[in-house]
Structures are given as structure tokens and as C-alpha cells.
């Protein structure tokens, strides 16, 4: 009896996280239909117009978006040659040891400092060497964001990646080891062709996570509004400018933010989705 | 303690009073010495534990993969001191099969036999490695079974086709010898069967040592024979004369059943 009734409540819990879910998905939808009719679906995501004018109100999301694929990739780019070294050597080199397990929380401890941290931290402290290095006036724009989202993935990829590493089974590696490989060999031609499909699904959710980090980024990227034309230049992402504008906004504009917000939630959905398929190939 | 062993002449290998510990003060393997033959095939018998494994991977030096296990002792390969010597080269030397077959998974049939050159660095031309492909893998009767799939993935192979290739691919760096743990443990009896004629083959080129836990495979194919029993060596004898007229009461216990 009081079995049935936990079963029940537990059902009725997920039935409701569904409809939450469900209804998100649909007020996402509904409040994106009319900067969809307007401009057409097409047309939205390939313009970089984004004025605001009454009389001339037009809004695309391609600049946005441009912002948010350069920033993405470019801090997974900055992100790998940290991570990989770091997943090698707690997963790999020195797996099981003090040492790693100490690296390890480190580096978990960074994972959970709050974004906001991170975007003060870049704000009076990163973007001063970017302005001293003479690459840009302000210190804002796409690189500055980039170098800083790097750095908030790595926690993710390395810990990541680190655990599939360190599942390549150990009868492979004692089987290389036989042959006469020094631990460089084993690593390159046997324990990272295995563990390959891991480490590329982790960089995938990686990427997951610098496509939405909102806060950080809206801090350092600069706020502009058109196509970048260099990776020095200002911005924004798909986040940033829903941070930036869905204060002051309503409707046309309110409706082409929720339709930005849309597209990011679709652009992740199917990012993390890659990510779990090819896991699970994996195991 | 010294114990007095078979006399073999012009070993490939000799262990030298050869103790070795996983933690200090407990010797897995006791002050083993023996010396080994060239060109036979040489067994290690006894119970589960007592260090047979141990030993044999000290052998190629796999100990050294886990800095905790200490040896002792010496051990000749071709009378050079393998502990003194690179081990990425003493691993060249001496190949290992393990108990169960451990292909590359993410390599071909073909790229499987030549992954000890892929692993030391050593890249051949194409008709080097198809040569070496095609020589090893029929020395253990696998090049007619596989030809037309030499670039599928080994692990498609069944279990004693992967095995086969793993001796293949030990052989393809042309060690002195070939130390096998087990290696049909994890067979049926028809894939086994297969194993041992191939290493009464290929005991012609090479020096064989293999652990088995099966006495009737060892009767079947060793030469030499040594019985081992809580870390000691406890017997070392031509197979015929182990089997047929014991010295020790532990070994004659252990050969007919007593305990194992
Ligand atoms: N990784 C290890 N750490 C600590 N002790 C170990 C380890 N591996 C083996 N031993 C111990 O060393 C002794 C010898 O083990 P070994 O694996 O060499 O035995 P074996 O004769 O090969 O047994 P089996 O027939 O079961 O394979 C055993 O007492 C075992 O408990
Ligand atoms: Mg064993």
C-alpha cells in the first residue's frame, strides 16, 4: 500500500518536471512566433541588423550568434593544450597517487567558483594586460571573453576527459608496455586512440557550457551589436545580449530575444545530445 | 636457501637467487634460481598465489609499472642483466603474452602485428611491414583465416584468433623469448588446442616460458618443468622426469590433484 503510493508520488513528481519542461519549451516557442512571422525564420538567423529605432525596428541574430561560436570555440581551442595535460596526468601518469588526487580537487575547486567571479576577476584584473598589450582600447571584446571562458571549461573538460582516460583499460596498457613503448609511446599510440571518443564527447559538453555561460562573458565582451570583424573586436553572444537587453525590452524586440534564447537552448540541446551519444558508444 | 635444480646448458635465461616483494618484508617470489633453455618450452606450475605470475613478468620487467614491487636477484637474459639494462629494450626481448587476449582495440588485424614498431618509434616502409605481417601471422596460423580482413578491427576475431594475434604480434619484434601467463586459460579446448601446437612450432625459433595452470598442457608440451609453491621454487626438472618420478612430496601432492 504505502509502496503504491510512493510509486505513484515519485511518477507524479517526473510527470511534473515534464510539464515544466514542456511548458518552457512552449512559452519559448509561443514568445518567439512573432519575430519568427516578422522576419521569417531564415531570414532572422541570417541578419546581422540589429536596430532597435522605432520607426525602422529590425531585428537577426546572426551577429549574436557569430559571437557566441567564435567565443565558444575559441575557448575550447585555448582550453586543450591546459586540459589534456592535466587530464593525462591525473588520469594517466599519475593515476591513483596523492598528487593527483590533490590536482584533482583543485581543479573541482575551480569548477564551482560562481561565473560572476570569474567575470570580475577578468574585468579588473585580465583586462588590463589586454589593454597593456595594446591589443584593444578597452580591454573588451571576443578574445578577452574567449581567454576567460577557457579557463572556466577547463575544470570540466580536464576532469572529464581525465576520467576516461583513466578508463583505458590497464591489460592495454601493460599489453604496450610489453612491447618496449615508454610511457610518451603508450599514451600516443594506445591510451589516447582509446580513450578518443571520451575526450572528444567531453570537449563537445565542454563546448556545451561555454555556448550558454552568460555572466562572465556579458562582463568582458563589450556589448555591441554588429557582426565582429576580428577577434579583438566587441560583441556579443547569444547570452550576453539577452543579459543586456531583456530589461528594457518589449514587444518585436522582447520576441526576437526570446527567439535568440530558443535557438541557444536548441544549439545546446543538441551539442549535449552529441556529447551522450557518442558516451555512450563509448562504454 | 639453495636448492638443487636441473643443470641446463647454454641457458637464454638465468635467475639468480630472484626474490621479489609487493610490500617490504613479504616475498611474493622467495630466492628463485634457474636457469633456462633455449629453444624449449619451459613451464611454471603451481597453486593459485604463489608467485608465478610474479615472477614471469619480472622477467620483461612489468614490475616496474608499479613502483611498490621491489626485486632482488638477478636475471640474465643471453647473460646480460636485464635489471641493469633499458628496460623499453629488455621488453623487446622478452614479448608477453597475457591471460586474456588483449588486442588493440582501436587498430587493425594488420596495424596490431606491427604495434611494437608503431610503439618504439621504428616506422618500416609498406612491403617491410606487409612482410612482417604476413611472416608472423602465419607463424601462428592466422595469415589464412585473415588475410582478406587485415585492416578490420582484431577484436571482431573470436577469442583464440585473438590470442594468435597477440602472439603475433609479439613475435613481429623477433624477441629471445616469449613469456606467456596463461594464455589459453580463457580458451575452449579447440582454440587451445591450436595455441599449443603452434608453440611446439615455435619453439624452434624461439625460447618459450609459460605458466599454465593446467598440468596436463604442461605434460603436453613443456620440455622443463618447474613446480613453485608459496613464492620457493620448489622443483625444476625435465617435464618427464617431474611427472613421472617427483622428488619433492609437495610436488607429487600438487601433480596428483592433492591440492591446486
Ligand atoms: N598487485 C599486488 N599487490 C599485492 N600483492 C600481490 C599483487 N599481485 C599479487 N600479489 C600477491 O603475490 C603473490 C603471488 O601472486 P601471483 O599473481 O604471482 O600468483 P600466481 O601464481 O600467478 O597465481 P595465479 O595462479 O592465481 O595467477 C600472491 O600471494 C598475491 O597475493
Ligand atoms: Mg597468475
Known sequence: MRDKIFKKLLVGCCILVLLVCA??????????????NQYGFFHFIGSSEWDPHPDRETYGALSFIVGTLLTSFLALIFCIPF??????????????KKIATFISSIIDLLAGIPSIVYGLWGFYTFRPIIIDLGLNSQGFGILTSSIILAIMIIPYASSLSGEFISMVPNELKEAAYSLGGTRLDVIRTVTLPNAGSGIFASYILALGRALGETMAVTMLIGNTNNLPRSLVDTGNTMASIIANQFGEADGLKLSSLIAIGLLLFGITAVINLIAKFIMKKFN | MEQEHIQISNPILQLKDVSISYSPGKNAVKNVSADIARNKITAIMGPSGCGKSTLLRAINRMHELYPDIKIMGEILLDGKNILKMNPMEVRRMAGMVFQRPNPFPTMSIFDNVVAGYKLNGISLGKSEKEEIVERCLTNVGLWNEVKDSLFKKGTFLSGGQQQRLCIARALALKPDVLLMDEPTSALDPIATNRIEELLLDLKNEFSIVIVTHNMSQAARISDYSMFMYLGELVEYDTTQTMFTNPKDKRTNEYLSGQFG
Open chain 1, 83 to 96: 586540459s589534456l595535460p592535466v587530464a593525462l596526468f591525473t588520469g594517466s601518469y599519475f593515476r591513483g
Open chain 1, 23 to 36: 511548458g518552457m519549451i512552449y512559452s519559448l516557442v509561443s514568445g518567439s512566433l512573432s519575430a519568427f
